[in-house]
């Protein structure tokens, strides 16, 4: 893709801070944060001077993460007393992490096992735009999907690989993981809270996974005159776990509200915009 012309450009720290917004929000909300930091970079005037290295997502992906830590942080403190044995419920909060580990498994298995395939659909607008026409559609029938009584310490190894398949789906760029797996959990009975608990937790490992894949690339990037200032790195990734914490508590209200459908007709439009960028190119 060719960039815009720019007319006028935003400072190092501006961007910074708006891929950070971005990435806070659309991390968690319902909407695909895949294609929106490719194309805010892109985009953006000024966008062309950001730095080609992973330094940037993988300071805003750590800071999304300890949005989820700090988040579900009784959950995971449940988790780990589990898994020392400790606690009235030690076995199920142990069972539940073997769902969580067996939930992940497919992500991983499609990550690894189709890379390429997957760097070639990021590279391909349409398949985004697509994908962020089903994800609008998903979250336009989860108004039929009021939530069941299904609670985390009673989720069957079943749904939890189902909602593993969804997260694995989610890879494509256009598709929500958040939207994808929460309503999936609806549809198989969950509960409002069980089912945004378990994507959110199933986020810990898909999250980690995201950064520790960059790694290679920021160990192997030299540092240059274009690099920002690791003041402004650490600000911006502040602000992803700032806006991802926020972000987190809206979703969290919007679902108990039952109004996860609201982000539907965002979807189709941005989906709609990009088939009509790809179609006219």
Do not use: N
């Not at 194309?39 to 950001?50: F, H, T, W």
């Not at 949005?67 to 959950?75: K, W």
């Not at 992500?107 to 994800?135: N, W, Y």
């Amino acid at each position: 893709m060719g960039r815009i012309p720019r007319i006028w450009r935003m400072g190092p720290l501006a961007l910074l801070l708006l891929l950070a917004l971005l990435q806070g929000l659309t991390e968690f909300l319902p909407v695909s944060s895949s294609g929106h930091l490719v194309l805010a970079r892109e985009l953006l005037p000024g966008g062309d001077s950001l730095p080609d290295d992973a330094s940037i997502e993988v300071l805003l992906h750590l800071g999304t993460l300890l949005a989820v830590l700090l988040f579900y942080r009784r959950e995971i403190l449940a988790l780990l007393l589990g898994l020392l044995g400790r606690g009235s419920e030690a076995g199920a909060q142990r069972r539940l992490l073997g769902l969580l580990i067996l939930a992940t498994l497919p992500a991983a298995a499609v990550g690894l096992g189709l890379e390429d395939r997957i760097e070639q659909a990021f590279s391909t607008p349409m398949v985004a735009a697509v994908c962020l026409l089903v994800t609008g559609t998903g979250l336009w029938w989860s108004r039929r999907l009021p939530g069941g009584a299904v609670s985390l310490t009673t989720l069957g190894v079943g749904a939890a690989l189902l909602i593993g398949l969804a997260q694995a789906a989610a890879i494509l760029p256009g598709i929500s993981r958040s939207g994808a797996t929460i309503v999936t959990g609806l549809a198989l009975g969950l509960s409002i809270d069980a089912a945004a608990a378990f994507s959110f937790l199933l986020s810990i490992p898909a999250i980690l996974g995201a950064a520790v894949l960059k790694l290679p690339d920021l160990a192997a990037a030299e540092p240059g005159a274009g690099a920002p200032d690791p003041t402004a790195l650490l600000l911006a990734g502040a602000t992803a776990f700032l806006v991802g914490f926020l972000a987190l508590a809206m979703l969290l209200w919007l679902l108990r509200a039952r109004r996860l459908s609201w982000f539907a007709p965002y979807c189709w439009l941005l989906g709609l915009v990009g088939l009509a960028a790809g179609l006219t190119a």
